[in-house]
């Protein structure tokens, strides 16, 4: 299905620890007019982050919190998908 993409689409970063389901997330996404996915580098024009880590550590909540302080906006939303997550790395994105 060819459709364009939406007048203003959502500009969309998407992580994700393996690159199976990320493949598999960027390109469910890019099917769809109303969301633009872009890459990791282009994080600072984004709308929203979505990321798929599997389990939550100290470097999935830094990358979170460095991707949120890029935003020119002032509070970007992050979507975490997740299997397991430990309260130390949950606190920590939390104050995010």
Same mark, same amino acid.
């Given at each position: 299905?060819?459709?364009?993409?939406?007048?203003?689409?959502?500009?969309?970063?998407?992580?994700?620890?393996?690159?199976?389901?990320? !493949?598999g +997330? =960027? #390109? @469910?996404?890019?099917?769809?007019p109303?969301?633009? &996915? %872009?890459?990791?580098? *282009?994080?600072?024009?984004?709308?929203?982050?979505?990321?798929?880590?599997?389990?939550?550590?100290?470097?999935?909540?830094?990358?979170? !919190?460095? +991707? =949120? #302080? @890029?935003?020119?906006?002032?509070?970007?939303p992050? &979507? %975490?998908?997740?299997? *397991?997550?430990?309260?130390?790395?949950?606190?920590?994105?939390?104050?995010?």
């Amino acid at each position: 299905m060819n459709r364009e993409k939406a007048e203003r689409a959502l500009r969309l970063v998407v992580r994700a620890d393996d690159p199976v389901t990320l !493949e598999g +997330a =960027v #390109a @469910r996404l890019a099917g769809s007019p109303e969301v633009d &996915v %872009l890459p990791a580098h *282009r994080c600072e024009e984004a709308d929203a982050v979505l990321v798929f880590p599997g389990e939550v550590t100290e470097e999935t909540a830094g990358w979170i !919190e460095r +991707a =949120v #302080a @890029r935003s020119p906006h002032e509070a970007r939303p992050v &979507v %975490l998908v997740v299997d *397991r997550i430990s309260d130390v790395p949950l606190r920590k994105a939390a104050l995010t």
